[in-house]
């Protein structure tokens, strides 16, 4: 299945719900384009929504990297939410659940953009 992109607002969060492979190729650079979409319209809080990710390898993980150091760059921040399986697997083999705050409730994850917190699931 290719990756699906979708983009949604909730406050001054951004959430991009993700749906399907998260790989080398077309799909890992649409996900670093819409993040550089994104980041030209001047947002600063991304919540990656994961939850639909059904494979993810190095190219995604980069994919995802670069949308967050987009943020942390302008002082934004991106988070992940709920990811599963393999995605989840993959998240904790990098460590990059360490890194960057991933959460597995939708409305705690985007109250924690406003409470400035890094609330970690």
Same mark, same amino acid.
């Given at each position: 299945m290719p990756l699906k992109i979708s =983009?949604?607002?909730? /406050?001054? &969060? $951004?959430?991009? %719900?993700?749906? @399907?492979?998260?790989?080398?190729?077309?799909?890992?650079?649409?996900?670093?384009?819409?993040?550089?979409?994104?980041?030209?319209?001047?947002?600063?809080?991304? =919540?990656?929504?994961? /939850?639909? &990710? $059904?494979?993810? %390898?190095?190219? @995604?993980?980069?994919?995802?990297?670069h949308g967050y150091n987009l943020m942390k760059q302008k002082g934004g921040t991106l988070k992940l939410l709920h990811p599963g399986g393999h995605a989840r697997e993959v998240l904790e083999v990098m460590r990059l659940i360490e890194v960057i705050p991933t959460l597995d409730d939708e409305a705690l994850a985007v109250a924690s953009f406003h409470a400035g917190g890094a609330v970690a699931s």
């Open positions: =983009l949604r607002q909730a /406050s001054s &969060v $951004t959430i991009v %719900d993700l749906e @399907g492979r998260l790989v080398i190729g077309p799909e890992a650079n649409a996900l670093k384009d819409k993040f550089d979409q994104i980041d030209r319209k001047g947002t600063e809080n991304i =919540l990656v929504n994961l /939850s639909n &990710v $059904t494979q993810l %390898d190095s190219s @995604g993980i980069c994919s995802l990297l």
